[in-house]
Protein backbone atom coordinates (compact mmCIF):
# COMPACT_ATOMS: atom_id res chain seq x y z
CA UNK A 1 0.00 0.00 0.00
CA UNK A 2 1.03 3.18 -0.70
CA UNK A 3 2.00 5.33 2.28
CA UNK A 4 1.95 8.50 0.71
CA UNK A 5 -0.53 9.62 -1.83
CA UNK A 6 -1.13 12.17 -3.62
CA UNK A 7 -3.77 12.04 -5.88
CA UNK A 8 -3.57 15.41 -8.02
CA UNK A 9 -1.00 15.05 -10.52
CA UNK A 10 -1.54 19.35 -11.45
CA UNK A 11 -2.84 22.02 -10.47
CA UNK A 12 -3.71 25.06 -12.08
CA UNK A 13 -4.45 28.11 -10.17
CA UNK A 14 -4.40 31.76 -11.15
CA UNK A 15 -1.91 34.53 -9.44
CA UNK A 16 -2.93 35.67 -5.73
CA UNK A 17 -5.59 32.88 -5.62
CA UNK A 18 -5.34 30.16 -2.81
CA UNK A 19 -4.49 26.92 -3.37
CA UNK A 20 -4.68 23.49 -1.67
CA UNK A 21 -2.65 20.46 -2.73
CA UNK A 22 -3.92 17.14 -0.80
CA UNK A 23 -2.08 14.49 0.54
CA UNK A 24 -3.12 11.26 2.97
CA UNK A 25 -0.87 9.13 4.05
CA UNK A 26 -1.06 5.50 5.98
CA UNK A 27 1.02 4.77 8.78
CA UNK A 28 0.39 2.52 12.15
CA UNK A 29 3.36 4.53 14.16
CA UNK A 30 1.76 6.66 16.87
CA UNK A 31 5.09 9.07 16.48
CA UNK A 32 5.43 10.14 13.08
CA UNK A 33 6.33 13.69 10.77
CA UNK A 34 5.04 15.10 7.80
CA UNK A 35 7.20 17.13 5.27
CA UNK A 36 6.11 19.56 2.48
CA UNK A 37 9.00 20.04 -0.25
CA UNK A 38 8.81 22.24 -3.26
CA UNK A 39 11.17 21.20 -6.37
CA UNK A 40 11.42 23.82 -9.35
CA UNK A 41 12.49 23.02 -12.65
CA UNK A 42 16.10 23.70 -11.31
CA UNK A 43 16.08 20.22 -9.28
CA UNK A 44 16.21 21.08 -6.03
CA UNK A 45 14.13 20.09 -2.95
CA UNK A 46 13.12 22.96 -0.86
CA UNK A 47 11.92 22.31 2.48
CA UNK A 48 8.36 24.69 3.35
CA UNK A 49 6.67 22.98 6.09
CA UNK A 50 6.62 20.36 9.06
CA UNK A 51 3.97 18.82 11.04
CA UNK A 52 4.40 16.55 14.36
CA UNK A 53 1.93 14.22 14.58
CA UNK A 54 1.60 15.35 18.30
CA UNK A 55 1.74 18.67 17.53
CA UNK A 56 -1.66 19.83 18.55
CA UNK A 57 -1.79 23.16 16.03
CA UNK A 58 -1.71 23.23 12.60
CA UNK A 59 2.08 24.44 11.37
CA UNK A 60 1.99 27.76 9.49
CA UNK A 61 4.99 29.21 7.42
CA UNK A 62 4.76 32.20 5.74
CA UNK A 63 2.09 31.93 2.81
CA UNK A 64 2.01 28.10 3.55
CA UNK A 65 -0.05 26.27 5.71
CA UNK A 66 -0.84 22.35 6.83
CA UNK A 67 -4.20 21.58 6.71
CA UNK A 68 -3.47 18.17 9.86
CA UNK A 69 -6.62 16.06 10.13
CA UNK A 70 -5.19 13.19 12.08
CA UNK A 71 -8.33 11.10 11.99
CA UNK A 72 -8.48 11.38 8.33
CA UNK A 73 -4.26 10.65 8.02
CA UNK A 74 -4.40 13.66 5.45
CA UNK A 75 -1.86 16.72 5.65
CA UNK A 76 -2.82 19.40 2.77
CA UNK A 77 -0.68 22.31 2.09
CA UNK A 78 -2.46 25.52 1.61
CA UNK A 79 -0.78 28.56 -0.35
CA UNK A 80 -2.37 31.07 0.16
CA UNK A 81 -1.96 34.00 -2.35
CA UNK A 82 0.09 32.03 -4.86
CA UNK A 83 2.72 34.11 -7.00
CA UNK A 84 4.29 32.86 -10.30
CA UNK A 85 7.18 31.86 -8.24
CA UNK A 86 5.24 28.94 -6.49
CA UNK A 87 5.07 26.97 -9.73
CA UNK A 88 7.12 24.06 -9.14
CA UNK A 89 6.38 20.34 -8.48
CA UNK A 90 5.64 19.49 -4.62
CA UNK A 91 5.83 16.60 -2.62
CA UNK A 92 4.64 15.51 0.60
CA UNK A 93 6.49 13.38 2.61
CA UNK A 94 6.82 11.36 6.02
CA UNK A 95 9.12 9.91 8.69
CA UNK A 96 8.19 6.96 10.38
CA UNK A 97 9.69 7.43 14.17
CA UNK A 98 10.06 3.34 14.35
CA UNK A 99 11.26 3.11 10.71
CA UNK A 100 14.26 5.29 11.07
CA UNK A 101 15.41 8.38 9.67
CA UNK A 102 14.21 8.23 5.70
CA UNK A 103 11.61 10.35 4.36
CA UNK A 104 8.92 8.37 2.46
CA UNK A 105 7.96 10.83 -0.13
CA UNK A 106 4.70 10.87 -2.99
CA UNK A 107 4.45 11.15 -6.41
CA UNK A 108 4.07 14.64 -6.43
CA UNK A 109 1.49 17.27 -7.64
CA UNK A 110 2.74 20.12 -10.65
CA UNK A 111 1.31 23.64 -9.26
CA UNK A 112 0.85 25.98 -12.26
CA UNK A 113 0.54 29.62 -11.60
CA UNK A 114 -0.58 32.22 -14.38
CA UNK A 115 -1.30 35.70 -14.44
CA UNK B 1 26.40 30.15 4.96
CA UNK B 2 26.62 27.73 2.24
CA UNK B 3 23.74 25.24 1.33
CA UNK B 4 24.34 21.36 0.21
CA UNK B 5 26.91 21.19 -2.43
CA UNK B 6 26.80 18.69 -5.00
CA UNK B 7 29.63 17.28 -7.67
CA UNK B 8 29.33 17.16 -10.79
CA UNK B 9 26.10 18.46 -11.75
CA UNK B 10 25.14 16.13 -14.78
CA UNK B 11 27.38 12.78 -15.80
CA UNK B 12 26.94 10.64 -18.48
CA UNK B 13 28.51 6.95 -17.80
CA UNK B 14 28.35 3.37 -20.25
CA UNK B 15 26.41 0.27 -18.64
CA UNK B 16 28.66 -1.64 -16.55
CA UNK B 17 30.84 0.93 -15.76
CA UNK B 18 31.16 2.86 -12.09
CA UNK B 19 30.53 6.34 -11.12
CA UNK B 20 31.20 8.37 -7.63
CA UNK B 21 28.70 11.30 -6.62
CA UNK B 22 30.04 13.98 -3.87
CA UNK B 23 27.72 16.02 -1.41
CA UNK B 24 29.30 18.67 0.98
CA UNK B 25 26.84 18.81 3.34
CA UNK B 26 24.98 22.40 4.89
CA UNK B 27 27.50 23.87 7.35
CA UNK B 28 26.58 22.63 10.82
CA UNK B 29 25.22 19.48 9.92
CA UNK B 30 26.34 15.72 10.33
CA UNK B 31 23.80 13.60 8.67
CA UNK B 32 23.75 13.12 5.18
CA UNK B 33 21.22 10.77 3.13
CA UNK B 34 21.11 9.96 -0.32
CA UNK B 35 17.83 9.61 -2.89
CA UNK B 36 17.35 8.29 -6.19
CA UNK B 37 14.56 10.52 -7.79
CA UNK B 38 13.30 8.54 -11.30
CA UNK B 39 11.58 11.09 -14.03
CA UNK B 40 8.33 12.13 -12.93
CA UNK B 41 8.84 10.21 -9.36
CA UNK B 42 9.32 10.83 -5.92
CA UNK B 43 12.33 10.64 -4.24
CA UNK B 44 13.08 7.14 -2.86
CA UNK B 45 15.65 6.70 0.32
CA UNK B 46 19.27 5.02 -0.61
CA UNK B 47 21.00 5.36 2.24
CA UNK B 48 22.27 7.90 5.44
CA UNK B 49 25.07 8.52 7.12
CA UNK B 50 26.01 9.86 10.47
CA UNK B 51 29.70 9.38 12.28
CA UNK B 52 30.76 7.87 8.98
CA UNK B 53 28.72 5.05 9.29
CA UNK B 54 26.14 3.63 7.48
CA UNK B 55 23.11 3.72 9.53
CA UNK B 56 19.61 3.10 7.49
CA UNK B 57 19.91 1.52 3.71
CA UNK B 58 16.42 1.96 1.90
CA UNK B 59 15.71 -1.02 -0.35
CA UNK B 60 18.86 -0.96 -3.21
CA UNK B 61 20.80 -3.80 -4.01
CA UNK B 62 24.64 -3.60 -2.96
CA UNK B 63 26.04 -2.23 -6.42
CA UNK B 64 25.17 1.37 -4.29
CA UNK B 65 27.64 2.20 -1.62
CA UNK B 66 28.72 4.58 0.30
CA UNK B 67 31.18 7.06 2.25
CA UNK B 68 31.01 9.64 5.03
CA UNK B 69 34.55 11.54 5.83
CA UNK B 70 35.49 12.88 9.37
CA UNK B 71 34.26 16.60 7.92
CA UNK B 72 30.71 15.11 7.16
CA UNK B 73 30.85 14.78 3.25
CA UNK B 74 29.75 12.26 1.99
CA UNK B 75 30.26 10.21 -1.29
CA UNK B 76 27.85 7.84 -3.39
CA UNK B 77 29.36 4.92 -5.34
CA UNK B 78 27.25 3.03 -7.97
CA UNK B 79 28.75 -0.21 -9.41
CA UNK B 80 28.02 -2.02 -12.78
CA UNK B 81 25.67 0.53 -13.82
CA UNK B 82 21.98 -0.51 -15.19
CA UNK B 83 20.19 1.33 -17.56
CA UNK B 84 17.21 1.78 -14.79
CA UNK B 85 19.87 3.79 -12.79
CA UNK B 86 19.19 6.66 -14.82
CA UNK B 87 18.05 9.32 -12.36
CA UNK B 88 18.60 12.35 -10.01
CA UNK B 89 20.39 11.33 -7.29
CA UNK B 90 20.14 14.02 -4.29
CA UNK B 91 21.97 14.37 -1.19
CA UNK B 92 20.35 15.50 1.74
CA UNK B 93 21.48 16.93 5.10
CA UNK B 94 20.64 17.12 8.63
CA UNK B 95 21.37 17.16 12.11
CA UNK B 96 20.89 13.51 13.34
CA UNK B 97 17.12 12.68 14.30
CA UNK B 98 16.45 12.75 17.82
CA UNK B 99 13.51 11.72 19.68
CA UNK B 100 13.02 14.82 21.06
CA UNK B 101 12.59 16.95 17.89
CA UNK B 102 12.67 16.25 14.35
CA UNK B 103 15.01 17.72 11.66
CA UNK B 104 14.14 18.80 8.01
CA UNK B 105 16.23 17.76 5.25
CA UNK B 106 17.89 20.05 3.27
CA UNK B 107 18.75 19.02 -0.43
CA UNK B 108 21.61 19.79 -3.07
CA UNK B 109 20.59 20.40 -6.18
CA UNK B 110 21.70 17.05 -7.52
CA UNK B 111 23.10 15.50 -9.69
CA UNK B 112 21.57 13.93 -12.94
CA UNK B 113 23.11 10.82 -14.12
CA UNK B 114 22.59 9.63 -17.61
CA UNK B 115 23.64 5.90 -18.46
CA UNK B 116 23.57 4.83 -22.01
Known amino acids: AQKITQTQPGMFVQEKEAVTLDCTYD???????LFWYKQPSSGEMIFLIY??????QNATEGRYSLNFQKARKSANLVISASQLGDSAMYFC????????????FGKGTTLSVSS | DAGVTQSPTHLIKTRGQQVTLRCSPK?????VSWYQQALGQGPQFIFQ???????QRGNFPDRFSGHQFPNYSSELNVNALLLGDSALYLC???????????????FGNGTRLTVT
Open chain 2, 92 to 106: ASSLFPTLSGDSPLH
Open chain 1, 27 to 33: TSDPSYG
Open chain 1, 51 to 56: QGSYDQ
Open chain 1, 93 to 104: AMREQQAGTALI
Open chain 2, 27 to 31: SGHDT
Open chain 2, 49 to 55: YYEEEER
